[in-house]
Every structure is written in structure tokens, then in C-alpha cells.
């Protein structure tokens, strides 16, 4: 079993930072990515941003230049740095792992809720 634990939400002003923390604990192995889904009220589960084990980032187009993805080494933990905030970045904020290869199943973290208003 894959726990994801994340943190580092909150309120924000547009134009601010904020930066996302999760940490992935358990039985992890193989190849797989992990990243960053979020849901505004009323709208469908997004992709934000994603990296895999080889580091390979990918983004949404709607937070290219200002989101940044990383991990540590062994992707045990993943990160969002969030520049230059705007409204529609409000959102519930979801760590995901993907499988690749080795694990069978997506696993989801339970949310941080980022708001930016001001």
C-alpha cells in the first residue's frame, strides 16, 4: 500500500507563491510518475504537472512559466513551486503516483486546498 501526504496549501494573493510538498510512504517500486491534479467547484479533476524517474516534467499550458515540478532523488517526494498566482489557479490541489512499470494502481493523495484571492 502507497500513502501520499501533502501539504504547503493555503491563501494567497494573485501574483504570490505558494509551494506544495507530498510525501509518498510505503511499498514503492518500479517505474512510474507522480504529480499534481487539481479541482475548482464545478469543473472536472485537471493535470497540473507531472515528472517520471528519469525527471521528465510535463505541464499544462495553463501553468507553463509559472509552476515548477521537482523531486527528490529517489521520487519519494514531490514539489510544486507556484509563482505569479492568478484566481484561477483556487483549486483543491491533488499529489498523484502513476504506475509505469512494477505498481498496479494510481494512488491520490487527499488534497490541500490553495486559494488565491484578494
Known amino acids: 500500500q502507497v500513502q501520499l501526504v501533502e501539504s504547503g496549501g493555503g491563501l494567497e494573493q494573485p501574483g504570490g507563491s505558494l509551494r506544495l510538498s507530498c510525501a509518498a510512504s510505503g511499498r514503492i517500486f518500479g517505474i512510474y510518475s507522480m504529480g499534481w491534479y487539481r479541482q475548482a467547484p464545478g469543473k472536472q479533476r485537471e493535470l497540473v504537472a507531472t515528472?517520471?524517474?528519469?525527471?521528465?516534467?510535463k505541464y499544462a499550458d495553463s501553468v507553463k512559466g509559472r509552476f515548477t515540478i521537482s523531486g527528490d532523488n529517489a521520487l519519494n517526494s514531490v514539489y510544486l513551486q507556484m509563482n505569479n498566482l492568478k484566481l484561477e489557479d483556487t483549486a483543491v490541489y491533488y499529489c498523484?503516483?502513476?504506475?509505469?512499470?512494477?505498481?498496479?494502481?494510481?494512488?491520490w493523495g487527499q488534497g490541500t486546498q490553495v486559494t488565491v484571492s484578494s
Open positions: 498523484n503516483l502513476h504506475p509505469i512499470l512494477g505498481l498496479r494502481n494510481d494512488y
Open positions: 515528472i517520471n524517474n528519469n525527471g521528465i516534467t
